[in-house]
């Protein structure tokens, strides 16, 4: 190679070479965005549900696909049965479980919650017949309360009505199949479900059933929970993910959309 040729290759590079205006550090590539897998067990319209085309929707799910677009994170929903969500949790399957999960201590002490999506407490239960069926000892005396296993309602239940008669399902929409059925004699849950399924039967059977909202007084609210909140692990990561999501949450709850979505979906 001559020397002329040298120093025309030369050139060539040098005029082709990027140059950093003002010498300025290269910018980093852009960060990848936040990704969280939710799980729920949707079953319980319409805090949760799956849609005609099979999808995760109802309450809890809208207010959250909403905070994620604020945020700019990808997220995923998916259905889970209940007994399989905390395993899929703790395992790492999915990053968060929610629908309906009561904020209580007992949990607290295990999973790392958000603040609660409803800004109540609901629980209630509902009864065949036109009378209020009493929420006390003499009034459930003898009665069969349908009750979701493994729920704040079972354990406050077994707690502070030890005589009471408890029959525990899988779903609750399985206790509530039985009280259609008079197997049972009221069903013992969160009160926008029992709601809902009052509002899903036809006209003329609605009055059959009465729903009846629980006096939750601060004893109560240490085992039946301080509203619904999201669950994560406990870990660093999962602490500013939650921080990040409160800040949303809240700002979201002030805004006249938050109030439009607890009437779409039959919030009160």
Known sequence: MNRFLSVAIALFLWAHTPV?????????PASPRTYIAFGTDATYPPLVNL??????????????????????????????EWDNLVPALR?????????????TKARQE?????????DESLAG???HGESVLPFTEEGLKDKKIGVQTGSTFAHYLSTAFPNVRIKRYVSIQDALLDLTAKRIDAVFGDTPVLRYFTRSLPEDK???????GIDLNPENLSILGTGYGVAFNKNPESEQIVKAL???IKAFQKKPAYDVLKIQFGIN
Not at 58 to 74: P, Q, S, Y
Request: hydrophobic share 40%.
């Open 206 to 212: 609605q009055d059959n059933y009465t729903v009846t």
């Open 246 to 248: 409160n800040a949303q």
């Open 20 to 28: 950093q205006a003002n010498n300025k550090t290269p910018m980093p």
């Open 110 to 118: 295990q999973f790392l919650f958000t603040v609660p999506l409803i």
């Open 125 to 127: 239960i509902v009864s």
């Open 91 to 103: 395992t790492g399957k999915i990053n968060a479980i929610y629908g309906g999960i009561a904020i």
């Open 51 to 80: 849609d005609d085309a099979r999808r995760v929707s109802g309450f809890e799910t809208e207010l959250l696909k909403t905070v994620c677009r604020n945020l700019n994170w990808a997220c995923s929903f998916s259905h889970e």
